[in-house]
């Protein structure tokens, strides 16, 4: 069973990004609000993918994203945001971000995405 832990301080935005997901498939998530707890969590599931929020109060995503990515180089980290200024998709990409994705996010997109990603873990 595929383990996913979603990071964000809204609760509305978890549950969005949740309903996104193929049902086909058995995933088990986890969800915090904020980075810090976010981060106490990943520790303990060690999750097979993180998607975090890029704006949070306390530690933001940018941090998350580079503290996971520091202690568990192979970590597949998705940062989810609302803000799509290309300097910032550059910025986490360039922190090891597998991706960048837009809020509010599709059915589509998601499914696409996790498309990818399940090809690019075949190769690895």
């Known amino acids: 069973m595929q383990k996913i ?13 949740k309903s996104c997901f193929p049902k086909d498939e058995q995933r088990e998530f ?9 981060l106490q969590r990943f520790e303990n599931i060690h999750p097979d993918i993180t998607i975090t929020d890029l704006t949070m109060p306390g530690m933001g995503g940018m941090e998350v994203l580079e503290r ?3 202690n568990h180089p192979e970590a597949i980290v998705i940062v989810s945001s609302a803000d799509i200024q290309p300097v910032t998709r550059e910025r986490v990409i360039s922190l090891g ?3 960048f994705l837009k809020k509010p996010p599709s059915k589509e997109i998601v499914a696409k995405l996790f498309a990818d990603l399940t090809q690019y873990q075949r190769q690895k």
């Open 97 to 99: 971000a597998y991706a």
């Open 30 to 38: 986890f969800e915090e609000g904020d980075g810090t707890t976010g």
């Open 5 to 17: 832990l979603i990071i964000d301080d809204s609760p509305v935005a978890r549950k969005i990004l």
């Open 68 to 70: 996971i990515k520091t």
